[in-house]
């Protein structure tokens, strides 16, 4: 089994920063990517910030200039560096890998969650 335990959400005023990670562990054999993803009620989950294994990364349009996403290949763990944090970044954050297991399948894994709540 493969688990993702995320943490570092809450109340945040706008302007101000927060960091989310989030670690991997279990029966891995290869971490592909990590990154995370926000939703909103009434709204599709989105893409924030993912990392590769080589270090490449991806940012929402929205999110650019202000998040940094960060990875420590050997603890299997990302970080999300959420800085000027804006309102409508309020969300639920889940993190996501793509992990190779040790059964050698590949999959996506999601972790459970966490509020950040971002007020004007």
């Known amino acids: 089994q493969v688990h993702l335990v995320g943490s570092g959400g809450g109340l945040v005023q706008a302007g101000g920063s927060l960091r989310l990670s989030c670690a991997a562990s279990?029966?891995?054999?290869?971490?592909?990517?990590m990154g995370w993803y926000r939703q909103t009620p009434g709204k599709q989950r989105e893409l924030v910030a993912a990392i590769i294994n080589s270090g490449g990364t991806n940012y929402a349009d929205s999110v650019k200039g202000r998040f940094t996403i960060t990875r420590d290949n050997a603890k299997n763990t990302v970080w999300l560096q959420m800085n000027s944090l804006k309102p409508e970044d309020t969300a639920v954050y889940h993190c996501?890998?793509?992990?190779?297991?040790?059964?050698?399948?590949?999959?996506?894994?999601w972790g459970q969650g966490t509020q950040v709540t971002v007020s004007s």
């Open positions: 996501n890998a793509r992990i190779w297991d040790m059964n050698m399948l590949l999959n996506d894994y």
């Open positions: 279990g029966s891995i054999r290869s971490v592909i990517a």
